[in-house]
């Protein structure tokens, strides 16, 4: 087993914390209005690079995490702990699914806008990616979408892409 220190993403999750961090940093010497975006995404990013961190030091912290948010299916070992692990075959199918799942995404926001084609991914992947069971579900995807909404439209007043459907104009 490799120390932590020794591995790759012990690195990269230190850079992207260094990262946001130095972001955060300049983006205090906006004005209040153009900082908060900013450090919105600076404070998310500094959440779950830590918990990267954390799971880069700690494996069974990764593997505890894991377990609570679906299971551990299709999870590739971590630092020696055993999991049922993907052949590399199945690592190709599922990155050309992801690949797909991101770019009918980038289609449905283009179709009906960045709120209703949110909603609508964060449903499909919840119920059948995830496979949650109905009610979580439902409440994933509304939470999700409400923290959004609330965050950006009503708090920072920025409003999104509202879709080629319901009148927005596209410009090349």
Known sequence: MTKFYKRGGFFFSVLMLVFFISIGLMSLGYDN???????????????????????EIFPRFTLR??????????????????????????????????????????????LVGFHIGTVISLFLSFKFLAKYRWLKTIILTIGTWLFVYVCFDILLKLSFFRGILFGEIVTI
Request: hydrophobic letters at 50%; a negative charge; aromatic letters at 4%.
């Open 33 to 55: 209005k153009t900082r908060m975006l900013p450090l919105l995404v600076v404070m998310a990013g500094i959440i779950l690079s830590v918990l990267d961190l954390a799971g």
């Open 65 to 110: 995490v894991d377990e609570k948010l679906g299971g551990t299916e299709g999870i590739k070992s971590v630092s020696g702990t055993k999991i049922d692990t993907e052949t590399e075959g199945d690592e190709r199918s599922t990155l050309i699914f992801i690949i797909v799942w991101l770019i009918g995404y980038g289609l449905l926001v283009l």
